[in-house]
């Protein structure tokens, strides 16, 4: 956060922001019916879409090629900044785990 305060940017909006975005709206949950598993979409509640997000940046930051950064913080710093700005890796997990909820909404039925 010091390192985003340094850029001349507030950490806590960024932060905020990152989060926000990176969050789905929407997953894909198994559910069994009959002795077959059918991908099920649902909503993602409050508390699983922030651990979502936030397991999601660290990922992302973690995967950063290690020559352009030159330790953790860089990289956290960096999908923080590319995350606010609907950029980077955690952004494309979103948007895969939407794309696989939009393709199974034919079992959307199965929800209970």
Not at 17 to 37: D, H, Q
Not at 68 to 94: C, P, W, Y
């Amino acid at each position: 956060l010091k390192k985003i305060a340094d850029m001349g940017k507030d950490p806590i909006v960024v932060l905020e922001a990152a989060i926000r975005n990176v969050g789905p709206r929407m997953e894909v949950r198994p559910r069994r019916v009959g002795g077959a598993a059918y991908q099920v979409p649902m909503e993602v509640r409050g508390d699983r879409r922030e651990a979502l997000a936030i397991r999601w940046i660290i990922i992302a930051a973690t995967a950063r090629s290690s020559r352009e950064f030159h330790s953790f913080a860089d990289k956290l710093v960096a999908e923080l900044l590319d995350a606010t700005n609907n950029l980077g890796a955690a952004i494309q997990k979103r948007d895969n785990t939407l794309k696989m909820a939009e393709a199974n909404k034919a079992f959307a039925h199965f929800r209970w």
